[in-house]
């Protein structure tokens, strides 16, 4: 069982940057992190492996970054240009190699984005 504390969410104004970091309890191959506005659907905003292949939401790209430190078990979000639209709840996740699911979830962060 895998233990994800998040960190990092605030509120900003559009334009500006946040990062968020997530520490797991133990190591697993991916990463990543969902989100999920108010009465929209949860999406996955980015993932990555333990070898640092990354995948990111289209309307993302270009403005977060995702990142981690294996020895220390810690996945990163670094968020810029920030827009009213991104404004969320986001959610660490992680699952095995070979998991179809994401099986780990942490409690998640509020991010607000003000216009």
């Known amino acids: 069982q895998v233990q994800l504390v998040e960190s990092g969410g605030g509120l900003v104004q559009a334009g500006g940057s946040l990062r968020l970091s997530c520490a797991a309890s133990?190591?697993?191959?991916?990463m990543g992190w969902h989100r999920q506005a108010p009465g929209k659907q949860r999406e996955l905003v980015a993932t990555?492996?333990?070898?640092?292949?990354?995948n990111y939401l289209d309307s993302v790209k270009g403005r977060f970054t995702i990142s981690r430190d294996n020895a220390k078990n810690t996945v990163y979000l670094q968020m810029g240009s920030l827009k009213p639209e991104d404004t969320a709840v986001y959610y660490c996740?992680?699952?095995?190699?070979?998991?179809?699911?994401?099986?780990?979830w942490g409690q998640g962060t509020q991010v607000t984005v003000s216009s």
């Open positions: 133990g190591s697993i191959y991916n």
């Open positions: 990555i492996t333990r070898g640092g292949m990354t």
């Open positions: 996740t992680a699952k095995g190699r070979f998991d179809g699911s994401w099986n780990y």
